[in-house]
Each structure stands twice: as C-alpha cells, then as structure tokens.
C-alpha cells in the first residue's frame, strides 16, 4: 500500500509538471531520491518516461479537434470539395508536418545515445543546474520580449525552419533532465517570434509523438532485458498513469488561461529558487 502511495504522489508531480516550464523529468528524479519507489532499477527506469503517457492523453482529449486530421465537419481546408479528399482536413494536417520536423532532433539522439544519457546526466547535479541556468534564460527572454509584437501567432504561420528550431530547443532537454521539454520549447519559440499561447500549443502537440515513442522505447527495452511485467508493476503503472492524466487535465486548462495575462517569468524565478535547494540540500547530504 506504501509504494501504491508513493506513485499516486509521483502521478500528482508528473500531472502538474508536465506541462508547466518547470521540468517533469527533473521533479520525478528529486522526489525519487527522497521516495524511493521499492522496484527495480529498469522498471523505475521506465515508469519515469511512460507514466507521462497519461498526461499526454490529457492533450489527446483537450485538443482531439486541432488534432485529429480527419472529419468532413467543420473542415474549412478540405483537400477536395468531394470525395475522399472532402474528409482529409489539410490545415491539421500541415500542423502535424511541423510537429515531425520538430520531432527530428531529439528522436536522432534519443535513439542513438539514450542509455549514455541516462548513465551520464540522471541525477540531482544536472537537474539543480539545469533548473537554475533555463530559469535565468526564461526570465532574460521574456524581458527582451516585452512590449513587443509576435511574429508567428499561429502554427498555421511558422515556416518549417522555426518548427525546426524549437525542436532543436527540444533537443537540450532530451539530454538534460532538469532543463524542462515544456520550457525549452516554449522559450525556444518566445526567442523565435512566436507568441505565447501558440508556443504553448506547439508544445502540446509537440509532446504527443515524443513521448509515444520516448515511451515506446522504454517498454521495448524494458521488455528486452526483464521478459515481462509483474502484476504489482503494472498496477503501479496504470495508476501513476491514470493520475498524471487527470491532474494534467486541469492543469492544463489553467496554464492556457494564465498565460492570457501573465508571462513565465515566475516559473523562471521557482525553477532557480528550487535549483538552489537542491544544491543546497545534496550538496549538504554529500558530506
């Protein structure tokens, strides 16, 4: 009951730190090491990157609309006027061209070098960090950003080479956990010329094929190396699940209406308050 316990908490964290700039990866890395889930380190390994599944369905539901490429009902770009084609909703499909070519970055690497990253950068001193440097890269971009006009305020009007860029944004938090996937994109586009709210959906539809496969990944390995799943451990995955996406519902919904009014300037001065706690506490917890 403990451990079912623990991953209720851990699917709270998941489901509020997904989808704000504050880093999912990195919160689940520090409360592991004052919460130590009693598994394996290959399942925990993997529960880490496919509980997230569960808020990406959170964007699924939320924007099934703006996301799903097919439908003669309220299709403004059909591909025809009849036919097949008449059902084929060419505007989503164009935004799901960008979203793969913002894929391509982060994809390369995490096939070619994802057990390297995790042996080399998994841990408190890259997440406290990277926490700390993106959040004083936040706070400096959104300055230089006030007071003027986006250049891109729709995906619709981003060109192929900036959905390029902010997956290469994306990139740096593929490698560094701390860094946030959510705030490098976000960033990455505000330092681009894209507003706010539509570098947050971009960021959205942007997770639903990363994490598909980022979690896919995990489960082939994990498969690969242990055989199968115990009946506690798919348990413990399914409700983790099952929280991170009722949370990240809600949370969602409310980050699209604070940013209406507010910048990320806040959630730059949490991620550096909180990357300096946790020099300060495992730095102290080493000696």
């Known amino acids: 009951m403990t451990e079912f316990i623990k991953v209720l908490i851990l699917g709270i964290v998941e489901g509020i730190t997904e989808w704000l700039p504050v880093s999912s990866t990195g919160h689940i890395i520090l409360v592991d090491e004052f919460m130590k889930l009693k598994a394996s380190d290959d399942f925990k390994e993997m529960f880490d990157v496919v509980i997230q599944l569960g808020a990406i369905m959170a964007v699924v539901l939320l924007y099934w609309k703006e996301l799903f490429p097919f439908g003669k009902k309220d299709n403004p770009h059909p591909l025809s006027t009849d036919g097949a084609g008449a059902y084929i909703k060419t505007d989503i499909f164009k935004m799901w061209f960008k979203v793969l070519v913002a894929c391509v970055p982060a994809a390369i690497v995490g096939l070619a070098f994802d057990d390297m990253l995790n042996a080399l950068f998994f841990n408190w001193q890259t997440v406290a960090v990277m926490l700390i440097l993106f959040g004083i890269f936040m706070i400096v971009v959104e300055k230089r950003n006030k007071g003027k006009t986006p250049v891109f305020d729709s995906i619709a009007s ?3 080479c900036v959905a390029m860029m902010i997956g290469a944004f994306q990139l ?8 946030s996937r959510s705030g490098a994109t976000i960033v990455g586009a505000l330092l681009i010329g894209v507003s706010r709210k539509t570098a947050a959906e971009f960021t959205f539809y942007l997770a639903v094929p990363v ?4 979690s896919l990944l995990k489960m082939v390995k994990f498969f690969a190396d242990n055989g199968h799943m115990t009946g506690t451990e798919a348990a413990m995955l399914l409700i983790g699940m099952v929280v991170a996406f009722a949370v990240s519902f809600f949370v969602i919904k409310l980050l699209m209406s604070y940013i209406k009014k507010h910048d990320f300037t806040v959630f730059g001065w949490y991620r550096i308050v909180l990357g300096v706690l946790v020099m300060l506490w ?3 917890a080493a000696k």
């Open 158 to 160: 981003m060109p192929y």
């Open 172 to 179: 740096i938090a593929a490698v560094f956990p701390g860094t």
């Open 211 to 214: 994490m598909f496969g980022a």
């Open 282 to 284: 495992f730095g102290v």
